[in-house]
């Protein structure tokens, strides 16, 4: 089936240190990647995007992702995490078959990030 | 700041009533999306318009209904309303080429 998997629910890391959250997708072609931030209260915030090219994409906020074809995988980095980094993020991907003029985003389930000051 | 504008920010209403959400997009954003976010299904894809059509339809139910207006704000009309449709509804919009969604800050609702 068709999916888009983050597979860590929460995660935390103390000030500082490095961060790598983990997005697999199972698409038949390789779907337009993205990055999205949702703050308490707050809505969607893109950080990223992956259509084509370069694998290694850098965002805002410090961010940055790779795109692993051969692991169908499109893992979000940074190398020095903030306090203010705590949030949940989630993995979107526009599969190519999604029509023309559509970009409806599918979600993983997120990944909440806990920062230790 | 996104420039999406969501009005209300917070509902409540009870279960069988009928409510509507309101999205202003991005000046000049033709297309607009609707998601619902609830904790057991996450983040969903609704319905998409763009210039006053509808272009892309995806888990949404009968009872669940939008449009999108000649000034291009959208709303969303949800009626029969069941407990389970409690959720963070957010609405997105789009360049014409739709590569990046801006999204507004969404509306709560809570059904009671």
Redesign the interface.
């Known amino acids: 089936a068709q999916s888009v998997t983050q597979p860590d629910i929460h995660i935390t890391v103390s000030e500082g240190a490095s961060l790598e959250l983990r997005c697999n997708y199972s698409y038949g072609a390789t779907p337009?990647l993205f990055w999205?931030v949702q703050s308490p209260?707050?809505?969607?915030?893109?950080l990223l995007?992956y259509?084509s090219g370069d694998t290694l994409v850098q965002g805002i906020k410090g961010f940055e992702a790779e795109f692993k074809r051969s692991q169908s995988s499109f893992n979000l980095r940074k190398p020095s995490v903030h306090w203010s980094d705590a949030a949940e993020y989630?993995c979107?991907v526009v599969p190519l078959y999604?029509?023309a003029?559509?970009?409806?985003?599918?979600?993983?389930?997120?990944t909440k990030l806990s920062v230790i000051p | 700041d996104s420039g999406v504008t969501q009005t209300p920010k917070h509902l409540i209403t009870a279960t069988g009533q009928r409510v509507t959400l309101r999205c202003s997009p991005r000046s000049g954003d033709l297309s607009v999306y609707w998601y619902q976010q609830s904790l057991d299904q996450g983040l969903q894809f609704l319905i998409q318009y763009y210039n006053g059509e509808e272009r892309a339809k995806g888990n949404i139910l009968e009872r669940f209904s939008a449009q999108q207006f000649p000034d291009l704000h959208s709303e969303l009309n949800l009626s029969s309303l069941e407990l389970g449709d409690s959720a963070l509804y957010f609405c997105a919009s789009s360049t014409e080429q739709g590569n990046e969604q801006f999204f507004g800050p969404g509306t709560r609702l809570t059904v009671l």
């Not at chain 1, 209260?41 to 893109?46: D, K, R, S, V, W």
């Not at chain 1, 970009?103 to 993983?108: D, E, K, R, S």
């Open positions: 337009y999205y209260g707050q809505g969607l915030q893109l995007k259509f989630f979107a999604s029509g003029g559509s970009y409806q985003l599918t979600f993983g389930k997120g």
